[in-house]
């Protein structure tokens, strides 16, 4: 299958997102199109370079103390591991002429990217992403950023790469939890640009979990365009790139109740929407039956880890935390039809605290097996 070739604007130039099945064995001709590099330094996590390191390092011509390696758990994505990763290139003598290789899923990206953007004042990056959220979401757009107790997200910069390089075979050495995870955000792309693609989701979404090679060659450069399409129009979210944030207002609740150690990223997103589906039609925007076909395709992705046992009033505070609320002022994506979304800013209270009451039992009246507040 040929590589697609995705171009990506920024306000520090544009770059490319080159995205096909084996794409990783041209990795090195791709780098070197970019320039020439004092130096090239990994970072990764220690499991993620067990399952990929061979076949992402051949070739590269970096030395192996150049490998950087960090704790990638969401519960670990701190100022501290900026701070590690920063004094491990300070060590080497990582200099301005020097590039990071971000190898790895959305933990990965995010903290070395924002590594990238800090080291000396900003050293360039590529993002070779490694789980089907990074593929098809975060590694496009340039945000980086890491957790504070106090929310998700809330210290960061937009920092484009020079470069993503997405192969769907480095996902088969991907546990099936992140993968059906990473699927939530494929479904996010579906309900707010692309009613076709949800069509197909509900047809396909067996050989989809599967890892069909053909459904998934074709799934993740149409998802990267969406992407794509979006960043380039809006690059620091003042506007259309809000929409990418669909079901992410309660998502970001949820890990952040729950101290970043109950949900994958993937996981809470697919809780959110679902969230946000009830919301659309509490609020006479979102049609019932976009609202069934939403938790209808949420549900195929698997069990979730319940919802967590906390009140509503809890998770308010914690969405007025998220760094998308204006003056605590809670604002929401919602879908008014299949393939479209906006932003809403007046939304009652109260609509949203019965939302977060009455979702884990919608669900699970629905569902007995994706799980329900204990």
Same mark, same amino acid.
């Given at each position: ?158 920092? +484009?790469?020079?470069? !993503?390089?997405?192969?769907?075979? &480095?996902?088969?050495?991907?546990? %099936?939890?992140?993968? @059906? /995870? =990473? ?122 880890? +319940?919802?967590?046992? !906390?009140?509503?009033?809890?998770? &308010?505070?914690?969405?007025?935390? %998220?760094?998308?609320? @204006? /003056? =605590? ?46």
């Amino acid at each position: 299958m040929k590589a697609a070739r995705i171009r990506v604007q920024s306000s520090a130039g544009p770059y490319t997102v080159v995205a096909g099945t084996g794409i990783i064995r041209q990795a090195p001709h791709e780098i070197a199109a970019l320039g020439k590099f004092s130096s090239i330094h990994i970072v990764s996590s220690a499991k993620v370079w067990r399952a990929v390191g061979k076949i992402v390092g051949r070739g590269l011509g970096f030395a192996k103390r150049n490998i950087h390696l960090f704790n990638d758990a969401e519960s670990a994505k701190h100022l501290g591991s900026v701070e590690q990763i920063a004094r491990a290139l300070c060590r080497v003598g990582a200099d301005r002429k020097s590039l990071i290789v971000a190898v790895g899923g959305g933990v990965v990206g995010d903290v070395a990217g924002f590594a990238a953007a800090s080291y000396l004042r900003g050293v360039a990056l590529v993002h070779i992403p490694t789980t089907l959220v990074a593929q098809v979401d975060s590694s496009i757009g340039g945000k980086t950023g890491v957790n504070l107790p106090e929310g998700k997200n809330l210290v960061g910069a937009f920092y +484009p790469p020079r470069l !993503v390089i997405t192969d769907p075979d &480095l996902l088969r050495t991907l546990p %099936d939890r992140e993968f @059906r /995870g =990473g699927l939530a955000e494929v479904i996010k792309h579906a309900v707010i640009a692309d009613a076709p693609m949800f069509s197909l989701l509900e047809k396909n979404m067996d050989c989809v979990l599967e890892r069909d090679p053909d459904a998934l060659g074709s799934l993740i450069p149409r998802n990267a365009q969406i992407k794509a399409r979006v960043v380039s129009r809006d690059e620091h979210e003042s506007g259309l790139r809000e929409i990418l944030n669909f079901g992410h207002t309660f998502a970001h609740a949820l890990e952040s109740i729950t101290h970043y150690r109950r949900y994958q990223h993937g996981e809470a997103v697919a809780w959110g929407m679902m969230a946000a589906a009830f919301l659309g039609h509490e609020l006479h925007l979102t049609p019932a039956e976009d609202v069934s076909r939403i938790i209808s395709l949420v549900r195929r992705l698997g069990p979730l880890p +319940p919802w967590p046992s !906390v009140p509503p009033a809890a998770l &308010l505070k914690a969405m007025r935390s %998220d760094k998308k609320a @204006r /003056g =605590g002022v809670l604002r929401f994506v919602l879908s008014p039809r299949m393939g479209q979304a906006h932003t809403y800013d007046s939304v009652p209270q109260l609509a949203v605290e019965r939302v977060l009451h009455f979702t884990p039992r919608l669900v699970l009246a629905a569902s007995g097996h994706l799980g329900a507040a204990k």
